[in-house]
């Protein structure tokens, strides 16, 4: 999970605005001491949002691609071809769009240093971290369990 699903755990916090209840995770590990091939992940935040989120390593070209389906449609997110495309709850299509290249480390470490030099809130900080790890640790916890849940401890 550290190295193929760490963001897409975080975007969960980062889209919901609601922190992680509960981890359920099921992994294939091919031999059992292998860092895992693919992982299924249930989450459930505290607003009662749940959120499966299926992970893979892939062995060709690297891949994101995401798909967020709610009570009102769907956006699916693809990073290496550069489109986002929405369809509403008929099916019907409300967005197709191609956005423009973008250097996201570069972006964001610039974000960082205008609020060292402004001593402005940090975008990314070091609370958005350790959640991402209490989240990753748990699906961890929970796949040697068999994918029994997890509860994690919400943040004081």
Known sequence: MLEIGIHMLDLVRYLTGEEVQNVCCTMDRH???????????HLTTTGGTTCR????????????RAIWIG?????E????HRRIRCVDDADVEILNAEPPPSQTVLH???????AVKHNSPMPITGEDGCRAI????????SAQADG?????????
Do not use: H, N
């Open 71 to 75: 009570s009102q449609g769907r956006v």
């Open 134 to 141: 209490e989240i990753a640790e748990a699906c961890y916890s």
């Open 31 to 41: 031999p059992p001491s292998a860092p895992e091939m693919r992982a299924s992940v």
């Open 148 to 156: 029994k849940p997890i509860t994690l401890p919400l943040p004081l």
């Open 53 to 64: 989120i299926e992970i893979a390593r892939v062995s060709g070209p690297r891949t994101g």
């Open 77 to 80: 997110a693809d990073w290496m």
């Open 108 to 114: 964001t470490v610039t974000a960082f240093l205008q």
